[in-house]
């Protein structure tokens, strides 16, 4: 049973520094040990936050200390997580793997191959699965409220004319670069993970804005057929300056409609913490409405709860339950988005 669980976070960009690390260090099971990352000034952001942790260079560094580690983090750009995910899991250390878990599905299923000969956890930062909305439209969906699902419409849309920053529009589709690769992953995961497995795909890839040399999509929209005959359209681009509904769910007794993205990436980049209480709270425009033949209601929302993955993580680590997210399941994506990118 591991009793501390001494974690280095590779990467120190939007990622470590705000998906991870503060929640790794607020969970009292989990230790900062080592942060890697080449930029000086995220090197000196991250000895201020994380004072007891050592600041390493590079990924390369941080996996040299794999003897005093329990837990490796990978936060960097995808084209290099089936590498260093592969060394942590040669050095005997779990792994957390951000999403996109990798760009080619076969090097996932690889890594879940060799993590069980290991004996290692391995798991996949889907974090989406505990936004607000998608944990209110769960319980609405589990207490029957919509009768039988028919339609799953899901959107995330943003607002960039400058084109996507960073890897994600410098980066080639093959390198996993793009929008579907960026996007795709959480909404398709979500429609998995609500509806299961799917008979028939559907997509189409748009590159709109030519602000870099790189092919990356930035314009997709997605249809899935699930075997329980659910429909899911799943939206995603950077070209929307009026970004529709972030879910229209059809059923058989009612909707449900919701506007506005959940709230606790804005809140952590703007300084929020875990354990603040406004932390993955909606707010009273953000409140979701169900819509019955008697007339429509808003919907109270759940709180947003990222720190869901580590709690169960560390739940895992510590003898007790499953990992967070099975790494299968984002295989089940990362397959879809290879279809439709032709590959």
Same mark, same amino acid.
């Given at each position: ?20 690390? #503060? ?10 040990? !080592? ?7 995220? /090197? ?6 994380? #004072?007891?942790?050592?600041? !390493?260079?590079?990924?390369? @560094?941080?996996? /040299? %200390?794999?003897?005093?580690l329990d837990l490796v983090v990978v936060g960097t750009p995808p084209g290099t997580h ?14 957390? !793997? ?19 000969? /290991?004996? !290692? ?15 209110? %439209?769960? +319980?609405?969906?589990? @207490? ?47 429609? %998995? ?26 314009? /997709? ?31 058989t007794r009612a909707a449900y409609t919701k506007h506005g993205l959940d709230r606790q990436?804005p809140q952590l980049i703007a300084g929020l913490r875990p354990g603040d209480d406004e932390?993955? +709270? ?8 169900? =819509? =019955? #033949? ?18 169960? %993580? ?5 003898? @007790? ?23």
């Open positions: 049973m591991v009793h501390v669980i001494r974690t280095a976070v590779l990467g120190f960009g939007t990622s470590g520094r705000i998906f991870h690390a #503060p929640f790794l260090a607020a969970d009292d099971r989990f230790e900062v040990s !080592v942060i890697a990352t080449q930029d000086p000034g995220r /090197a000196e952001q991250a000895r201020s936050e994380h #004072p007891g942790a050592r600041i !390493v260079a590079t990924a390369a @560094d941080a996996l /040299a %200390l794999a003897a005093d089936f590498d260093l995910a592969s060394r942590a899991i040669d050095a005997g250390l779990h792994v957390v !793997v951000d999403k996109p878990f990798v760009v080619r599905s076969a090097d996932g299923a690889e890594l879940v191959r060799r993590a069980e000969a /290991a004996g !290692v956890a391995l798991t996949v930062f889907q974090n989406r699965r505990w936004d607000a909305d998608f944990l209110t %439209l769960k +319980r609405l969906l589990d @207490d029957g409220e919509l009768g039988d699902p028919l339609v799953f419409e899901s959107r995330f849309e943003w607002w960039k004319p400058e084109g996507m920053r960073d890897w994600k529009g410098r980066t080639d589709v093959a390198d996993g670069g793009g929008i579907l690769y960026d996007l795709g992953p959480h909404l398709i995961d979500q429609a %998995l993970h609500l509806f299961g497995p799917v008979e028939s795909v559907h997509g189409e890839v748009t590159r709109h804005l030519a602000t870099t040399d790189a092919d990356a999509d930035d314009d /997709a929209v997605v249809l899935l057929r699930h075997a329980n005959g659910v429909s899911s359209r799943l939206t995603m681009n950077s070209v929307s300056a009026a970004a529709g509904p972030r879910f229209h769910v059809l059923g990436e932390l993955g +709270r909606e707010p009273g425009e953000n409140h979701g409405v169900l =819509t =019955t #033949p008697e007339g429509p209601a808003r919907i109270a929302p759940e709180r947003g709860d990222y720190a869901g993955f580590y709690r169960r %993580l560390g739940d895992h680590l510590s003898g @007790d339950g499953a990992v967070p997210v099975d790494p299968r399941d984002a295989i089940a994506a990362l397959e879809i988005i290879e279809r439709i990118h032709g590959r």
